[in-house]
């Protein structure tokens, strides 16, 4: 359909009339829409509902997260936003109970970067819900300047890795108290040119922050690897995503003249939110990944993971390992 739509526009319009400026604009148009829906990525059309369910999502405050609540509580479940800010999160309560008609909506408070916050936070849950059937660890930051969290640990592999793996941790046995349960971490294409550096994982010598960011990506498509064999025998499944390039306050980091060059362009190349989310609500909700664990997707198909040290078992041990003396758990 696309491919005739671009014959019908060069072959019938612009060789037919190649000075003419309608034509030009013709082609200006399908090409730019063309590539939006290379970019748009998969859309997860089931029609599941939530009721009954409770779900967790992390940074749903915004961009992805607020996305993910969206839907969710337009199917009806209990949605709880897992917010660093308490302003934005009951702001963004108030935002998806407008859109989606639906009040079962909440907002509690985490910060991922303090580990005396993940563990007040998941306290609170237990006290709260009986059961949780969905946890979306989707909160995240990029590429900043080196900075440490609460705990001493470097910020990206501190909150997009460390941060989610206490938190699933404390919460896995109400988790696995759910007839069927799914957990859904959110990594990144960037885990592909990531390396876990066990020598110097707060990257205290030569910091780069890309590369700080590719190995905490890295370390949640591990992280998934690990609790996908931990769970085979329960009720619980999960698996790792790459949300794609999505136009999300993520990049807020990076330098100005980056930043400049890629927001010039974001509106053309870049997922809208909604259209990010889509990989996150289809691991979380279909059908079709009904018992699937331990895989990667994008675009809501499954995806070959390129980078070896992805699939090492071995790795994906010893980071659990030493995640969990890090965060003060037992093993």
Not at 181 to 201: C, E, P, Q, Y
């Amino acid at each position: 359909m696309l491919s005739e739509l671009w014959n019908v526009v060069v072959g019938d319009i612009f060789l037919t009339y190649p000075y003419s400026i309608f034509s030009w604009t013709a082609v200006a148009g399908v090409s730019l829409y063309l590539i939006k829906k290379y970019f748009g990525g998969g859309v997860c059309y089931s029609k599941a509902r939530l009721d009954g369910k409770t779900a967790i999502i992390t940074g749903a405050n915004t961009g992805i997260g607020l996305e993910t609540a969206v839907d969710f509580a337009q199917r009806n479940g209990r949605v709880i936003l897992a917010c660093r800010s308490k302003d934005k999160g009951e702001a963004a309560v108030e935002l998806v109970k407008k859109r989606s008609r639906n009040n079962d909506v909440l907002f509690m408070q985490l910060d991922l970067s303090s580990l005396e916050s993940v563990r007040n936070f998941s306290a609170h849950v237990l006290d709260s819900e009986a059961h949780i059937d969905i946890l979306v660890n989707n909160a995240g930051v990029m590429a900043c300047p080196y900075t440490k969290t609460v705990d001493g640990f470097e910020m990206q592999f501190g909150v997009n890795h460390l941060g989610h793996f206490l938190l699933t941790n404390l919460l896995l046995d109400r988790i696995k108290e759910a007839p069927s349960a799914r957990i859904v971490n959110l990594s990144s294409m960037g885990h592909t040119w990531g390396k876990i550096n066990f020598d110097n994982l707060n990257l205290t010598q030569n910091y780069s922050p890309w590369i700080a960011y590719f190995q905490s990506k890295l370390a949640n498509v591990l992280f998934t690897r690990s609790l996908a064999k931990r769970l085979q025998g329960t009720n619980v499944t999960t698996n790792s995503v790459h949300p794609g390039g999505v136009r999300t306050e993520l990049g807020r980091h990076m330098n100005f003249l980056l930043y400049s060059i890629v927001m010039s362009t974001v509106w053309i190349t870049h997922k809208s939110p909604w259209q990010g989310a889509q990989t996150s609500i289809y691991c979380a909700v279909s059908e079709d990944m009904e018992g699937v664990s331990g895989q990667y997707l994008a675009d809501c198909k499954f995806k070959k993971l390129t980078n070896p040290q992805a699939t090492d078992d071995a790795i994906a041990k010893r980071l659990w390992e030493v995640s969990s003396e890090m965060v003060g758990l037992d093993n």
